[in-house]
């Protein structure tokens, strides 16, 4: 049926476009750790001995449960580590909203100013919808390898 | 649309698989921190400020780098002496929408030593760095980063804009500076 193949395409479009978001995120923050590490301080919501670490390794989960999704390699799981990652992002930017703070997201790296506000925030949800959308149908066209090909 | 529904029938979230990625990312971020040269110290390190105790030896030159805070008075003082340059550690934004009048703009958070508008200013130049208020972060680690560079006569100003604005001191509005 041609609408199924084009809802397939969609599903499967969606998931490789969060895939790259999360690549570049990530990478752009691996590229300025330390850039990183300010913006997550900036947020005030860490303790100090945690706010390195967390810094360290939140952008290579990106980078790998990206590039997973990315090729089409268990879709399920890697949908649940990003949408538990944009849960969190998400918090964090409400928290730092309701407290009053204008700083910048960090979302992208340090590199890529951008302010927390509502437009964050609904683009999160957007994303949140698609992972959500991997978790329930993770047999997907456009995959580069045969684990969860349609 | 039964198609579509085929999509659906998969197994359960494998739990392991979850663990195997988050396992092989850690490791795989904590050996790229090792070997990369721009890596970060596991955990941050918090600042020690002393406060300069007089304005008088705000011109001799300390090569401990040690970060040193002055107060609103000293901050007012250096103000109306212009013996020192302001400078928002704050972003452009920040920036565009107030600050200490005479200021220039310098974000820490892209800091770039090779700077254009720090390469214009002399490494003997007293230095008051400021961001938002005593609760931010980024004048400290701006003032760091110069006194690294050679500006040991940088200083914070901890009180910050805020304070400046409660204080009802010369503020100014986007500038091109």
Sequence with gaps: MKKDILVYYTIAILRLYLALIFIFSGLEKINDL????????????????????????IPWIEVVA????????????????ILALLLV????????????????????????????GIAKIL???????VAVVGIKYP??????LNSSRL | MQNI???????????????????FSVI???FYNF??????????????????KSIDIIDDVDSTKHLKAITLAQAIEIFNSKKALFVDARDQWDFAEAHIKGAINIPEFSFNPNNRKLAQIPKNQILIIYCSGDACSVSKRLTSKLLELGYLKSYVYLGGMREWLEAKLPIEKASKK
């Design chain 1, 34 to 57: 330390n850039g990183f590490a300010q913006s997550i301080e900036n947020y005030k919501i860490l303790p100090l001995y945690l706010i390195n670490i967390t810094a360290i390794i």
């Design chain 1, 66 to 81: 990206g590039s997973l999704l990315l090729l089409g390699i268990w879709i399920k799981e890697n949908s649940v580590i």
């Design chain 1, 89 to 116: 992002f998400t918090a964090a930017l409400i928290i730092a909203l309701a407290k009053g703070l204008n700083i910048n997201c960090g979302c992208q790296g340090a590199a890529y100013a951008k302010r927390i």
């Design chain 1, 123 to 129: 683009e999160n949800i957007a994303y949140i919808i």
């Design chain 1, 139 to 144: 047999r997907q066209k456009l995959t580069f």
């Design chain 2, 5 to 23: 529904k085929q999509l659906n029938i998969t197994n359960k979230t494998d739990y392991r698989k979850i663990l195997y990625i988050l396992l």
């Design chain 2, 28 to 30: 795989l971020s904590l």
């Design chain 2, 35 to 52: 070997v990369s040269i721009d890596g970060i110290e596991l955990i941050r390190n918090p600042q020690i400020i002393q406060s300069l």
